[in-house]
């Protein structure tokens, strides 16, 4: 069973809406969280990381949610853009520094 | 400022040939890794290293080699490339400090027909 859960696996939104990402790990014991997005054809690029006692953490438009209590991370794109289309990938960090990456969100931007 | 460096970008391969990417960071990190990228499955690591002449197993170790000769260079090698062996391959490194950020290359896209 995988330990990092990604939900939806995709879904496609207006451009300049709002839309929401889900991602529940099993991880332990927890060092950080990590958002990466991936664009078609490259490699993963880090949006954000979210240590235990951060709770919620913003890069631009985009805004990372952690709840260390029940294992649960959001990813929160405002206003979105064309480029947003992507994958975004929850990826957590162990104690030992081991990674372990969610299969991803894959957001598709129309206008 | 080149960061990770993958070769080859893109590479076709017949059934049991051999071949060698190779990954180049200029970061002075300690830690790299070799994945790979299916669709539907996510990131998937191959082999790790946490030094200068270290190597590890990862998850999906079968088929591949790796050596760290070099601080800055990561080999993965296919001595007989299988159509399974079909994939797009990441390498990353890190500093291996705690909250580390891991930085990828752009990928390596394999066939092997």
């Known amino acids: 069973k995988n330990q990092v859960e990604q939900s939806p696996q995709s879904l496609i939104i207006l451009e300049g809406k709002n839309c929401t990402l889900q991602?529940?790990?099993?991880?332990?014991?927890?060092?950080?969280l990590r958002w990466y997005k991936q664009d078609t054809g490259r490699g993963p690029v880090s949006l954000t990381i979210m240590t235990f006692s951060e709770n919620t953490k913003s890069n631009g438009r985009y805004t990372a949610t952690l709840d260390a209590d029940t294992k649960q991370s959001s990813l929160h794109i405002t206003a979105s853009q064309l480029s947003d289309s992507a994958s975004y990938i929850c990826v957590v960090i162990s104690g030992n520094n081991r990674l372990a990456f969610g299969k991803g969100n894959q957001v598709v931007v129309i206008p | 400022n080149a960061g990770v460096t993958q070769t080859p970008k893109f590479r076709v391969l017949k059934t049991g040939q051999s071949m060698t990417l190779l990954c180049a960071q200029d970061?002075?990190?300690?830690?790299m890794y070799w994945y790979r990228q299916d669709p539907g499955m996510g990131l998937r690591l191959i082999h790790y290293s946490v030094g200068e002449g270290t190597t590890a197993k990862g998850e999906v170790p079968d088929g591949y080699n790796v050596s760290r000769l070099k601080k800055q260079n990561f080999l993965l090698g296919l001595e007989s490339a299988a159509p399974s062996q079909t994939s797009v391959y990441f390498c990353a490194s890190s500093s291996g400090t705690k909250h580390t950020e891991a930085f990828f290359g752009q990928g390596t896209r394999l066939t092997v027909v």
């Open positions: 991602c529940n790990y099993t991880v332990s014991p927890f060092s950080n």
């Open positions: 970061m002075n990190h300690e830690y």
